[in-house]
């Protein structure tokens, strides 16, 4: 029997893990630059949590979730995204006693059952920042700007910003019924998921992926033409304050997001030449999503990122350069006696925090020498008969080829001053 990777699924192996730590690095720097702290809740809630958070008229919770009961006969999920999870930590953990806003951020697996295709998996990575407790524009313009940053270091450029507002309970009554109203015309010719949301989410029908409803729908009505007075200065706002850092970004009336907890603001973030799944991330406010998990009303925003996605547009723009943590030494021995100190050495270097390695196949000299170079070790250490006769080793840099014999007891002072060297 062959076992293979489930569908969807990706193994990240060492020559590529050098790559996603150096993004992750980026993503938590970033975040932690502007005073977002890590938190990390479970990979799998109940799933009623997502019905209610994520909002059942959804295609998440319609077609993609991973559900199963577990031996307790609870149903469990395993976390299509990050938001309500976050929010659900932080209620259950006593929300309203901790000073707000809570500003956090996340990185992680999510699952989805969706088809796969490049830069689409089931089980996939986002990071995402939220801000729970303020109702101001800025945190809208942060949440959008602070994941340009990471894009920028990462070298993905031509990021387009799409921004929109689909208002709040005071406004948007009025617009979903302007939309049944356009939309009745054409409801003989859409999807049977847009006919079962017409009535129940027609914002939903703005982001329908079936070709057929793409034809049949009009142009929807511009939902900013009638956002109430208090939605309309916070869009301008977060506007304002995107063109004061001179974020360029288009306004998109189609971008509603298919989750029902959004309010007001809503974006995407897409950039060219990584195929159809351009979107790269996006959020969006959610000021009724904490009171939907059971938490007091409490205005959020928030975003989330995909990482693959970055990964391909990184590889897309920047030719994807190497990210291999090299090793400080290798142990090259010949003969019993010398592995036996090699294995010693290397303990001891490694107790001195630098990295080392040394032959564990009883190989000789030459094949040690290849695999040393092959982990692009900084200096290679040689242990024969004579070296260990004086307690010394052939200590050999490997980007000149210089060697000198040098005691067994200074090798590490010897490493790390060259390290230091380095450095300056
Ligand atoms: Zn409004
Ligand atoms: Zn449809």
């Given at each position: 029997m062959d076992i293979t990777a489930p569908r969807g699924t990706n193994d990240i192996l060492p020559d590529e893990v050098g790559l996603w730590q150096h993004v992750e690095e980026l993503v938590r720097n970033a975040a932690e630059r502007a005073g977002y702290r890590e938190i990390r809740t479970p990979i799998f809630e109940h799933t009623e949590l997502f019905e209610r958070g994520v909002g059942e008229a959804t295609d998440i919770v319609e077609k993609e979730m991973y559900t199963f009961t577990d031996r307790g006969d609870r149903s469990i999920t395993?976390?299509?995204?990050g938001t309500a999870p976050v929010v659900r930590a932080l209620v259950e953990r006593g929300l309203a006693s901790?000073?707000?806003?809570?500003k956090v951020y996340y990185l992680g697996p999510m699952f989805r059952y969706e088809r796969p295709q490049a830069g689409r998996y089931r089980q996939f990575h986002q990071f995402g920042l939220e801000v729970i407790g303020a109702p101001s524009p800025a945190a809208d313009a942060e949440v959008i700007a602070v994941p340009l940053e990471v894009f920028r270091s990462l070298g993905i450029q031509d990021v387009i910003v799409n921004i929109n507002s689909i208002g709040c309970p005071a406004c948007r009554p009025a617009y979903r019924k302007l939309l049944q109203e356009t939309y009745r015309p054409v409801l003989g010719k859409l999807c049977p998921s847009c006919v079962s949301r017409y009535d129940r989410n027609p914002l939903r029908l703005l982001d329908c992926k079936s070709e057929a409803c793409r034809r049949a729908l009009p142009e929807p009505p511009m939902i900013l033409d009638i956002l109430c007075p208090e939605c309309r200065s916070h869009f301008d706002e977060v506007r304002r304050l995107l063109d004061g850092l001179n974020v360029e970004y288009a306004i998109n009336p189609r971008l509603v997001r298919g989750l029902d907890y959004y309010t007001r603001t809503t974006f995407e973030y897409n950039v060219g030449g990584i195929g159809s799944q351009d979107a790269i991330g996006g959020g969006g406010r959610y000021d009724g999503l904490v009171e939907e998990v059971g938490g007091p009303p409490t205005p959020a925003v928030g975003v989330a990122c995909g990482l693959e996605r970055c990964v391909l547009a990184m590889r897309a723009m920047t030719g994807g350069e190497e990210y291999d943590a090299p090793i400080d030494i290798y142990f090259v021995a010949l003969g019993e006696a010398a592995r036996e100190k090699a294995f010693e050495l290397a303990f001891d270097m490694r107790s001195c925090g630098i990295s080392a390695d040394f032959d564990m196949?009883?190989?000789g000299m030459k094949a040690q020498m290849r695999y040393a170079g092959k982990a692009g070790s900084r200096f290679v250490a040689i242990i024969g008969d004579n070296e260990l006769a004086v307690e010394s080793v052939m200590l050999k840099r490997m980007a000149t080829g210089d060697q000198e014999l040098v005691r067994q007891s200074e090798v590490a002072e010897r490493i790390l001053e060259a390290r230091g060297g380095a450095a300056k």
């Open positions: 395993l976390r299509p995204e901790m000073s707000q806003p809570a196949l009883d190989r």
